[in-house]
DNA sequence: GCGATTGA
DNA sequence: TCAATCGC
């Protein structure tokens, strides 16, 4: 860069934003988004300009001139100005608001005023100051300011405009530079130019008359005749080229220096933000920061001073070697001050966590409860991983590490280190932050009435586990070894030698290139064709081979995922303890693992012998709680559609009413197969299915289900005016929320390519309805397991299955917790329309699903 | 639509 | 990491 010579006092440097935006559009060629939808590639390379402008230049002065949505002058001046201009692309205008905040991050001055755009900005501050200027753009729109005391530098293609530079390449100086333009025109920039006019002759023609006036007004001096014929036509065009053109050197700016400084960094938010764009590499290049938290000290046993503060973080984990359980680590902090107690108990664990007195700030209070071995009633427990999760539930990790770096810009040590008594330390500084990030959100009820009390309730159906019948596991397990081998005999027999025939590519080797079966479609990703059952049912007509590969593959997973494991991790009573993840889904489901109990086969022949496994404890039952049809009794709900609410509040088979409806039938000529593909349609609807999934489903073709999803919302109109306002909502305010208050941010909806918007809002829609259904039964469990133990009933929850709770029942107490749980259930929360349980008993999971 | 798990 | 398959 050459920096101007002339001027008085430190150097300006003046950023054109708007242009970096246009230029970063058009540069890039490859899309460059989030994995959430938010396009990045105009915030990537501002950014990535931004930086280097701090790192190499290092200017203390410097401010970023950004437009403003409002109309300017030009609006008002010209009335063609809007047809010339077209407005700024959507994928662009949802960039602005992250450019600025990345310029706040920096500490970069920002400037932008209404009816100025930012090439005003910076005509009238490069005129009015009198320091050396360099104007920062990735355009050519401001040459006309270059003079000895103003300089542009374009730092994409590294070039510095002095005015020498200026008439170099283009044959005019600086100040004509408009005249020029308004001749040549500028496709790009939707600037209309003199038609025929190019450089050389604009050029040529300036340096004779001076100025676009005098070359006007001297039109038949102009030679050759067909440039004066050009000019002739395009003189409309040339003055209103050079209107737009003309820059106000009079926006009402601060002209005091001070205005321009560059602030400090805020390293924290800069950090927070990379996150969130998902700009790794720009990320790991930030200087690395260790921010003290305070100091930390490790003691024998707990002060008795901790008590007697007002907020407390707590960290524990399991102690090391042979008494893991019995000695933690734990530590506590106050602000600044943080105690590492090398070998608690539980029970000083346990007396923490019960102590109202204080507010205790923990990261995953249900692993806590584990360690405790309790569960002990207390008010003033706020945890930070659920608040996390609830103010932005689509982030993958919520580490107390990661939201440390996140909120406290701090990068915690090691635990051998002064990583124990730093993660009390974070705790302590994150909980007020946190605390008050949910109640802004209004998310306070639904942490502290819902998602904290209930840490309490899954921790206890998870230590108490569900009971499996290992002899019977045992059996099937030889059984299926038994059918594997026989099965994998024969398809190598059918195949004619032996391969992997758990792997899809070595499978479509045999199927499409030995045994010559017709390809069909390819994988999702495109590289291999497919062998999913879809395929392999289709070419079972063909060859014996698919038919028992299919077999196969059901067993084998029947075993694999389900036999084997639950014989692994059943402990010495025979009982299986899963984890409860419960910020793991966008939507507010919980979800399960090691093992994943909420996917243990129901259908079919595997279902009925898995589910035979999971038991009842001697002299108890298993009582299964399901909810019927909660997801379109929500849709009724929330929709208002009268049609759909009386199906429910008359109890009707909705199936049934819908295919009824769509056929244009009476209930009593609706056919299995009508209603068998209204219920498609009906789960489609509630899992925010797509013509096009819907067409796959029922295996027609596009149109007709197009045609089908047409009918239905013919029928039910409500459901139709709820969806389209659920996704402008979603528009206008960027999140969707539940009948709890529950958020989930909804992005993409701008997105100009069809399905990523598309999807949005299938998300959009989908979410109030799937995650209303995961506050109700999350309410009901509350007040289920509440309304046992105030009875003193020994009936307990034992799993949860999105709409289905499963206790074991004392038989003797059988009655008496049925009329509970539907109770409980079936009025958790006031709809319009009746919510309905269904309720079945047995010895085994099996039995107690008929 | 979402999430978990298995196996190459 | 991807493909396939289970549940809701």
Not at 133 to 162: F, M, N
Request: charged share 30%; with cysteine; glycine share 6%.
């Amino acid at each position: 860069m050459v920096l101007p010579k002339a001027g008085e006092g430190p150097v300006v440097y003046l950023i054109d934003g708007t242009s970096f935006v246009y230029r970063a559009h058009y540069a890039i060629r490859e899309p460059l988004s989030t994995s959430w939808g938010l396009p990045t590639k105009a915030v990537f390379v501002f950014t990535r300009m931004l930086l280097r402008l701090l790192k190499e230049v290092r200017p203390e002065y410097l401010v970023l001139c950004l437009d403003e949505k409002e109309p300017t002058f030009r609006h008002e001046a010209y009335e063609d100005y809007k047809a010339h201009r077209p407005p700024m692309p959507e994928e662009l205008v949802v960039q602005l608001p992250y450019i600025r905040e990345v310029a706040e991050a920096l500490g970069v001055p920002i400037l932008s005023l209404a009816g100025y755009e930012a090439d005003d900005l910076i005509a009238t501050l490069a005129v009015r100051l009198p320091n050396p200027v360099v104007i920062v753009a990735g355009d050519r729109d401001l040459l006309c300011l270059v003079s000895e005391r103003v300089h542009l530098w374009d730092p994409l293609r590294e070039k510095t405009y002095t005015p020498e530079e200026v008439e170099r390449r283009y044959g005019v100086p600086p100040e004509r530079f408009p005249d020029f333009r308004a001749l040549t025109g500028d496709p790009s920039d939707n600037l209309p130019g003199v038609k025929g006019i190019g450089e050389k002759t604009a050029a040529a023609l300036i340096r004779a008359f001076g100025s676009l006036e005098e070359i006007y007004r001297r039109l038949d001096e102009v030679t050759p005749p067909r440039v004066r014929k050009l000019l002739s036509e395009g003189r409309e065009a040339a003055f209103l080229s050079r209107r737009l053109l003309e820059l106000s050197t009079s926006a009402p700016v601060p002209l005091e220096l001070e205005h321009y400084r560059l602030r400090e960094p805020d390293w924290t938010r800069l950090r927070a933000l990379f996150r969130k764009l998902e700009f790794r590499r720009l990320l790991a290049e930030l200087p690395a920061e260790r921010l003290s938290l305070g100091e930390v000290v490790t003691v024998e046993d707990l002060p008795r001073e901790v008590l007697s503060s007002e907020r407390l973080g707590l960290w524990a984990r399991p102690g090391e070697g042979l008494f893991a359980k019995e000695l933690l680590s734990l530590s506590v902090a106050t602000e600044g001050r943080a105690w590492v107690v090398q070998r608690a108990s539980p029970e000083t664990l346990r007396r923490l966590l019960g102590f109202s007195g204080l507010e205790r700030v923990v990261h995953d209070l249900k692993a806590l409860y584990h360690l405790a071995g309790e569960a002990p009633e207390a008010e003033g427990l706020l945890d930070v991983k659920l608040a996390a999760w609830l103010l932005d539930p689509t982030r993958r990790d919520y580490s107390l590490e990661g939201l440390a770096e996140e909120h406290l810009g701090a990068r915690l040590a090691s635990l051998d280190g002064k990583g124990m008594g730093e993660r009390a330390l974070a705790l302590a500084e994150l909980g007020p932050l946190l605390r008050e990030a949910v109640e802004a959100a209004g998310l306070g009820p639904l942490l502290f009435e819902v998602e904290l009390p209930l840490s309490a309730v899954l921790f206890r159906m998870e230590r108490v586990g569900v009971r499996v019948d290992r002899a019977y596991l045992s059996r099937l397990a030889e059984d299926l070894r038994q059918e594997l081998a026989e099965l994998e005999a024969e398809i190598y027999r059918l195949a004619g030698e032996p391969f992997n025939l758990r792997s899809g590519r070595q499978l479509s080797r045999i199927l499409f290139q030995k045994l010559g079966l017709p390809r069909g479609k390819r994988t999702p990703k495109g590289t291999d064709f497919s062998t999913d059952v879809e395929v392999l049912s289709a070419l079972a007509e063909r060859h014996p081979l698919p038919e028992r590969l299919l077999r196969y593959r059901a067993r084998h997973k029947l075993l694999s995922t389900y036999v084997e494991p639950l014989l692994r991790l059943a402990d010495a009573a025979g009982r299986v303890h899963t984890t409860f993840n419960q910020t793991g889904t966008a939507t507010g489901r919980l979800s399960s693992e090691e093992p994943n109990l909420q996917n243990i086969p129901i259908k079919g022949e595997e279902g009925e012998l898995i589910r035979r496994a999971f038991v009842a404890e001697e002299g108890w039952v298993l009582l299964s709680a399901d909810y019927s049809q909660i997801e379109l009794r929500l849709l009724a709900h929330f929709s208002g559609d009268e049609n759909l609410r009386r199906a429910f509040a008359e109890g009707r088979d909705i199936h049934a009413a819908t295919a009824a409806e769509i056929f244009g039938v009476s209930p009593k000529e609706v056919t299995p197969e009508m209603r068998r593909l209204a219920k498609v349609i009906n789960f489609g609807l509630a899992y925010g299915m797509s013509a096009y999934g819907l067409s796959k489903e029922l295996g027609i073709d596009y149109k007709q289900a197009q045609a089908f999803m047409e009918r239905y919302f013919e029928r039910y109109p409500g459901v139709r005016r709820w969806r389209e306002e659920v996704v402008e909502e979603a528009r206008k305010r960027g999140y969707v929320t539940t009948l709890l208050k529950r958020r989930r941010p909804i992005p993409g909806l701008a997105a100009p390519e069809r399905p990523v918007r598309e999807f949005a809002e299938r998300t959009a829609i989908n979410t109030p309805i799937q995650g209303s259904g995961a506050d109700l039964i999350k309410l009901a469990m509350l007040k289920v397991d509440r309304r046992l133990r105030a009875e003193g009933l020994k009936a307990r929850l034992i799993l949860q299955v999105h709409d289905e709770l499963l206790l074991e029942v004392p038989e003797e107490e059988l009655k008496q917790t049925q009329e509970i749980v539907r109770e409980e259930m079936e009025g958790v929360y006031p709809l319009s329309v009746p919510l309905k349980v269904n309720l079945a008993w047995g010895r085994n999971w099996a039995e107690a699903k008929a």
